[in-house]
């Protein structure tokens, strides 16, 4: 990649000034043996930003669109990426798990079908109060708003209660299937090394939900990317970021900022709260922190906090329903944290 920013100075500096002149940007194609592999694009607009300093060369790699132009190499088999991970991640599996394929419209029946009575009430609860705190306009269904970020931006999960995991059924296998499968595969071993419906005991306020999730989806998530750049060539893993890599975002870019974010922490924050834990003290950190949980969000954001033990205050409020006077009772009492909150502000 760094040796294209050459070619890239080029075409920014003489893109403008050709006769006709370049209206849409530039596509680079890179072959091998005469035969083209792999594309690679930008828009005239961003090149020029990145060449007067506006776009760094950090965020140039986030705007390139990478395409592979050869036939895509077949999904690794499931064997040889569950030793790639056990090695990666320093975790044997103790025993074999298995993995189905889904179609769009079974994981969607797969979403609506898993929520009982019980967590549709929640659901309500939970839209009642983001409308109150006002990250949610008043005419906008939780509910219907989550099952569609859920099926657009989920391609894989890990089932609890199956012990196996299920991934996203495509036309085309990319280096995206090989990572979708790599991470799901990283929450069966930590089910069977620490028990994830354990971790997220019932008795845990929701903040202490979240931390425990950003662990998870966080070890997962780092697992994923130093397995991939062991086992994924350089551009597929490129093209598997970018915008050409097949995510679809009409329900991610419709979607509340608020509830963006928050379906994002677990991955973004707990990716950075795991780094921190791995590379001071290796994989022996993570298992420790599986053993003993974060107990707030603040200690996920401050992973210094964690290892210092750092716990969070209780706060405990009054009978305000009795206050309030007759007609008044707690529908639900929880913990917001840090995470929340500076999101919701």
Not at 152 to 165: D, H, K, L, N, R
Not at 289 to 305: G, Y
């Amino acid at each position: 990649v760094i040796r294209m920013l050459g070619p890239l100075a080029f075409a920014a500096l003489y893109a403008m000034r050709l006769e006709p002149p370049v209206e849409n940007g530039v596509l680079v194609r890179i072959e091998e043996n005469d035969q083209a592999i792999y594309s690679l694009g930008i828009g005239l607009t961003e090149l020029k930003e990145w060449w007067v300093g506006i776009i760094s060369n950090e965020q140039l790699d986030s705007v390139l669109e990478y395409s592979r132009l050869a036939p895509t190499e077949e999904l690794a088999p499931l064997e040889e990426i569950q030793a790639g991970l056990a090695e990666t991640r320093e975790l044997e599996a103790e025993e074999d798990v298995s993995y189905e394929t889904l179609t769009r419209e079974e994981l969607e029946q797969y979403v609506t079908g898993g929520m009982d009575a019980q967590a549709r009430e929640a659901m309500r609860a939970s839209d009642s109060l983001l409308t109150l705190l006002g990250v949610l306009e008043p005419d906008m269904d939780l509910e219907e708003l989550r099952t569609d970020l859920y099926t657009e931006q989920v391609s894989g999960f890990y089932s609890t209660q199956e012990q196996a995991f299920y991934v996203l059924e495509r036309e085309n296998q990319s280096a995206l299937d090989q990572m979708i499968v790599a991470h799901e595969y990283v929450h069966a071993l930590q089910d069977q090394h620490f028990g994830l419906e354990e971790l997220r005991d019932e008795t845990l306020d929701a903040d202490q939900l979240r931390a425990v999730d950003a662990l998870v989806e966080g070890d997962a998530t780092l697992t994923m990317l130093l397995y991939a750049s062991e086992h994924i060539g350089i551009f597929d893993l490129l093209q598997a970021q970018s915008s050409a890599g097949g995510f679809e975002s009409e329900a991610l870019d419709a979607s509340p900022t608020f509830l963006r974010e928050v379906e994002m922490l677990p991955y973004q924050e707990g990716l950075q709260f795991v780094i921190a834990l791995h590379e001071s003290w290796g994989w022996s950190a993570v298992d420790e922190a599986f053993e003993d949980p974060p107990q707030s969000t603040e200690q996920i954001l401050h992973p210094e906090r964690y290892r210092q033990g750092d716990e969070p205050h209780k706060v405990s409020l009054p009978d305000l329903a009795e206050q309030l006077g007759a007609g008044w009772q707690e529908v639900e009492s929880d913990v917001l944290g840090e995470l929340f909150l500076q999101n919701a502000l």
